[in-house]
């Protein structure tokens, strides 16, 4: 798994009053509420998976933004206001890996409480800094309860990210091979015969684009037979073709980046990269074409 770290950036000066730290945590707590509830509203049928956890997840920031509120109001004599901020908070729901969650196909309960036990690990960590760089006692204070409450929410968090990956997994075993088990090769044979076929319900201009989105620059033996003798198109309607070509697509990326980080020698590790870097190119174009085709 690649790793990454938890805070893109650290807070930029110490906190230097309560009604500073509550404005902090309470515009940390609306953005995550906004964010979470846009993917519990998003009425996308691929996320119909993750459609329980994120109403879960946006009523216990919505919580979290009343109890700051009332807290801040107790202690300062006022609500948290905006103007009490002398730099931007730190994200720690993030906007980009929301949007990579709402825009995937392959999104699960597992990987939405891993998000959600990310995020409050995140928010810890930040808590950390400011009780570190805090000179005022009472900060310091109401920062640990904050640390405190995130390690708490952590593991709840983490509990049912447990139990989602042990459903899953059980799923997974009683099924048989499915789309997303099968090999590289099979996947890239069926994405172009998708491809194929979605190109049939589009403009000249966007068959011809989509068209040029094929396993060519593959090396031979990434090819089945049957890519080398013509292919005929798959079957089914257009929405059902766009939605699993996409799908293909981002499970072919995710392949080749687990490969190359798994890979054994140099020369595995490259090739892996670089059909990592054309199928995540391949998957960006393929959702251009599908945005532009929604337009129409």
């Known amino acids: 798994?690649?790793?990454?770290?938890?805070?893109?950036?650290?807070?930029?000066?110490?906190?230097?009053?309560?009604?500073?730290?509550y404005a902090i945590a309470f515009d940390q707590a609306q953005k995550a509420t906004q964010r979470y509830g846009a993917l519990a509203t998003q009425p996308d049928e691929h996320l119909l998976p993750v459609h329980a956890v994120f109403p879960v997840l946006s009523a216990r920031e919505r919580e979290r933004c009343d109890s700051l509120s009332a807290a801040c109001l107790a202690a300062c004599g006022k609500r948290p206001?905006?103007?009490?901020?002398?730099?931007?908070?730190?994200?720690?729901?993030?906007?980009?890996e929301i949007a990579e969650i709402g825009n995937s196909s392959l999104a699960t309960p597992y990987t939405a409480w891993a998000l959600a036990a990310r995020d409050r690990q995140r928010a810890f960590v930040f808590w950390t800094y400011v009780i570190a760089l805090a000179e005022d006692p009472q900060v310091r204070l109401t920062a640990e309860s904050l640390a405190r409450e995130a390690l708490?929410?952590?593991?709840?968090?983490?509990?049912?990210?447990?139990?989602?990956?042990?459903?899953?997994?059980?799923?997974?075993?009683?099924?048989?091979?499915?789309?997303?088990?099968?090999?590289?090769?099979?996947?890239?044979?069926?994405?172009?015969?998708?491809?194929?076929?979605w190109s049939q319900g589009l403009t000249p201009a966007q068959r011809d684009q989509l068209l040029a989105m094929d396993p060519s620059r593959l090396p031979p033996n990434f090819l089945t037979p049957s890519d080398q003798s013509g292919i005929e198109p798959a079957p089914g309607d257009h929405e059902t073709i766009k939605r699993r070509a996409l799908r293909r697509a981002e499970q072919l990326s995710n392949i080749y980046l687990d490969e190359a980080d798994s890979a054994d020698d140099e020369s595995s590790?490259?090739?892996?990269?670089?059909?990592?870097?054309g199928s995540i190119m391949r998957l960006a174009g393929l959702r251009n074409v599908a945005a532009a085709s929604a337009l129409r």
């Open 81 to 96: 206001d905006g103007s009490d901020l002398r730099w931007a908070p730190i994200d720690l729901v993030a906007a980009t």
């Open 1 to 21: 798994m690649r790793k990454e770290p938890l805070l893109t950036a650290v807070p930029p000066a110490p906190v230097a009053s309560l009604s500073e730290l």
């Open 269 to 277: 590790m490259e090739l892996a990269q670089k059909l990592a870097a």
């Open 152 to 197: 708490s929410d952590g593991n709840r968090w983490r509990r049912e990210r447990r139990l989602a990956w042990r459903s899953e997994k059980t799923a997974a075993d009683d099924g048989a091979a499915s789309d997303e088990r099968a090999s590289a090769a099979l996947l890239e044979s069926l994405l172009l015969r998708d491809i194929i076929a």
